[in-house]
């Protein structure tokens, strides 16, 4: 399935309208929900079979920001290159039903998501709203309609990036991105 002329042609609609047909937002989770920083403890004796338990540090703002966009009816799905039981937990309190983690190529799990959805099939990604901070993130940010970064991103992910946010990731970025699509798809009672 090709989904770059799907994208292009979107692309060409003023930003606006843009926001107005999305139906489901996709984040990454490292360096996007959270700040990117991992934080390992032991399980306390060294064995060879000992495992580190990680810890990730998320804002509430973004939190009330996700489920704003599930009362409004735009779907949320979290993909993550990583595993981390504290995500799944995050995701479980939010109510994120989505959450794909240990995903290496993440462009094949968003063309089934848009399939199980129903999206247009005219223009698979013409409804979804991309965020990523890290060339991961490339092949889903240029093939959907609209793609958002964070300002610590790299520069290949800025330049693909429709809007790259004031806040920081896991400081916000989330919150500041659900609002401007709330406000984009006049959702402005949820805002």
């Known amino acids: 399935m090709s989904t770059s002329g799907a994208a292009a042609a979107a692309s060409r609609l003023p930003l606006a309208e843009r926001w107005a047909r999305i139906r489901l937002a996709v984040f990454d989770v490292d360096g996007v929900l959270t700040d990117g920083s991992l934080q390992l403890s032991g399980s306390g004796r060294r ?37 981390c039981a504290a995500v799944r937990e995050r995701a479980r309190e939010l109510g994120v039903e989505r959450l794909h983690q240990g995903v290496a190529d ?3 799990l ?4 848009v399939a199980e959805l129903g999206l247009s099939t005219t223009a698979p990604f013409a409804q979804v709203l991309c965020m990523g901070d890290d060339l991961a993130d490339l092949p889903l940010m240029r093939n959907c309609a609209i793609a958002v970064t964070v300002p610590h991103a790299p520069a290949p992910v800025k330049l693909a990036a429709d809007l790259v946010l004031r806040a920081p990731g896991g400081r916000g970025a989330v919150r500041e991105a659900c609002d401007r699509l709330l406000h984009g798809c006049g959702r402005h009672d949820l805002l």
């Open 47 to 83: 064995t060879a079979g000992s495992v580190a338990t990680e810890a990730k540090p998320f804002h509430v703002l973004d939190g009330h920001g996700i489920k704003q966009l599930a009362r409004a009816g735009i779907e949320v799905a979290w993909i993550s290159g990583r595993e």
């Open 110 to 113: 968003l063309c089934s998501i």
């Open 106 to 108: 993440k462009l094949p």
